[in-house]
């Protein structure tokens, strides 16, 4: 009863979070429902996507062309979502992140597990490799695993994890921002400068006074 009872609070809190910020659409409660849970925004975002992989990757033998479907919808949903955020919605505030964090490392572990969740359907539905003894049945898989594996790491080997052209707009974005900040801590600079002799000119002045009176009394 009282797990029931926190899941009706929560439901609700996700209903009225979800009210307050404007949200209809069933697609944008993820955001919501993932700060609720302390998850961050993109926590939903990211796990859709995971598990989409996931079925795609581990289960390719089975349904081949879900791959192609996966693409038409993740094209749509990406221009659709782009629409929101340009027209349909506040401007989403930049929250910097240096990579995916445990995310790479549940795709990577999706990838081995999916060469092996491939083998055993294949092995379950091909009439020539179930006649073979289970020995042979090992090898062959065992063989075709590996293969598999060393393909993997040539591609990886040979595709660059950042574009050419990425890196390139990358050194020169941070080239600008250290020009901008050299260029603002010399006009600092210069600011304490001309304060400082100012304040020396001041001090000047006032001592050339103080004496002039001085001569004056005496």
């Known amino acids: 009863a009282e797990g029931r009872g926190e899941s009706a609070e929560a439901v609700s809190a996700l209903r009225d979070a979800a009210l307050l910020l ?7 409660l993820a955001a919501v429902q993932s700060e609720l849970h302390g998850l961050g925004s993109t926590f939903y975002e990211y796990n859709e996507m995971v598990l989409q992989f996931g079925y795609l990757a581990m289960f390719a033998v089975a349904f081949p062309p879900a791959a192609a479907l996966a693409l038409g919808n993740n094209v749509i949903e990406q221009r659709t979502d ?7 919605s506040k401007r989403v505030e930049y929250e910097g992140a240096t990579g995916i964090a445990p ?6 572990a999706m990838e081995v597990a999916s060469v092996l969740t491939n083998m055993g359907v294949y092995l379950l539905v091909s009439p020539q490799l179930r006649a073979q003894e289970p020995l042979w049945q090992g090898i062959y898989l065992g063989a075709v695993a590996v293969g598999i594996y060393l393909v993997k790491l040539v591609i990886a080997a040979l595709v660059p994890d950042v574009p050419d052209t990425v890196r390139v707009a990358v050194a020169k974005e941070k080239w600008r921002v250290d020009t901008i ?3 603002e801590e010399r006009r600092a ?6 304060a400082a002799d100012v304040r020396e000119d001041e001090e000047g002045e006032s001592t050339d006074s103080e004496s002039t009176d001085a001569g004056a009394e005496s």
């Open 22 to 28: 404007g949200v209809e659409e069933q697609e944008d």
């Open 82 to 88: 782009g629409f929101k955020l340009l027209w349909d």
């Open 103 to 108: 995310w790479d490392r549940i795709l990577r």
């Open 181 to 183: 900040i050299k260029h």
């Open 189 to 194: 600079a210069q600011r304490a400068g001309n």
